[in-house]
């Protein structure tokens, strides 16, 4: 079915210019592109309108370090497509005059389904969450007016904006519009695991991945849930506090001590890709993640409940029940949506 929405939107980003009269000038007809729902899937938990010529815009803009103060930082720098879109091998995001950040850059992917962005839930709305890094001193370090202006003298860019947008303005809700669409139509969901759930021809699971994925469904799917492998929730994983950071997490936004060291559960699609993991980079290995459940976890006030059992913290596996999870984790892996061409900008 995927794949079907794929060809679909290839179609649509490549049709031909079209003219109102035989004597009208060509004009760029700006078709309006679907959000096909994977058979698997939930419905989506944000309304974008996407189309072709918006999409195409926001594509640019994810590319184009002019999004930051001084050039160099593009949403891409951080997003990488081949590691579903995270900074891959970075413990921390990278910023403007080489600073560097305190949170592990997240993945970019299936965002229309989602409630909340970033670690602590700085955004809930797709369409504003591009303000959070542009306007991050060590991040981008601009702002949209500034934006704005630097785009509005390239002519490509005016008569883009012009082709996307009724008002044809080169403007903040303009620049986060198409961004917004770019993003709300990267959906991975064609990995080998999706290909057996949805019993497409072929499809099927060795017995190690099968094993692993019902001791995932009973050890991890409680905050990895649904096909999206996440609940959106905020949760405290027991992850002890990195001592020179001190990050408080979703306590952060809200202000309440009920909230701290709380962070969003991540979604595990593509998992294989996004190393380094947690928060905060820490764990460089889907084994040390298994290992920190099983003996790692750490008390605290806001401990979530599921990592507590009969008084025993963290989530109790066997060295062969690590493995086959592990198997089963790697089968979410959707390399279609990794090479993918419509994600990654053509001049």
């Not at 839930?121 to 797709?126: E, K, P, R």
């Not at 504003?128 to 860019?157: C, F, Q, W």
């Not at 820490?282 to 993640?289: A, K």
């Amino acid at each position: 079915m995927l794949r079907l929405f794929y060809t679909a939107m290839a179609m649509v980003l490549l049709l031909p210019l079209t003219s109102c009269s035989e004597d009208a000038l060509y004009v760029p007809v700006n078709e309006v592109v679907e959000l096909n729902v994977p058979a698997n899937f939930p419905q989506p938990a944000q309304d974008v309108s996407v189309t072709k010529k918006g999409f195409e815009l926001g594509r640019k803009l994810f590319y184009d370090g002019r999004l930051s103060a001084d050039g160099t930082v593009s949403c891409s720098f951080c997003h990488e497509q081949g590691y579903a879109f995270t900074h891959h091998g970075h413990q921390f995001s990278h910023g403007i005059n080489d600073h560097e950040g305190t949170r592990n850059a997240p993945a970019v992917q299936n965002m229309a389904f989602q409630t909340e962005y970033f670690y602590d839930g700085a955004s809930n709305s797709l369409e504003m969450l591009s303000i959070v890094p542009i306007h991050n001193p060590i991040e981008m370090a601009e702002t949209l007016d500034g934006i704005a202006n630097k785009l509005r003298t390239d002519r490509e860019y005016v008569k883009l904006f012009g082709e996307a947008f009724d008002d044809a303005q080169v403007s903040s809700g303009n620049i986060l519009k198409a961004l917004s669409q770019f993003m709300a139509m990267m959906v991975s969901a064609n990995s080998k695991y999706d290909k057996y759930v949805r019993n497409e021809p072929g499809s099927s699971l060795a017995q190690q991945e099968l094993s692993g994925m019902q001791l995932f469904r009973s050890k991890c799917a409680t905050c990895h849930a649904t096909d999206l492998f996440t609940d959106n929730s905020f949760r405290n994983n027991g992850l002890p506090p990195n001592p020179f950071l001190n990050d408080k997490g979703r306590e952060i936004v809200t202000g309440f001590a009920s909230d701290a060291y709380k962070f969003k559960v991540p979604s595990l699609r593509n998992v294989e890709k996004t190393a380094p993991y947690m928060h905060d980079g820490r764990f460089g290995s889907l084994e040390s993640v298994l290992n920190f459940y099983a003996s790692g976890v750490q008390q605290s006030a806001t401990l979530d409940p599921q990592l507590t059992h009969g008084g025993v913290l963290g989530i109790p596996m066997t060295i062969d029940e690590k493995t086959a999870i592990i198997a089963f984790l790697k089968t979410l892996t959707d390399e279609e949506f990794l090479t993918n061409p419509l994600f990654y900008y053509r001049t």
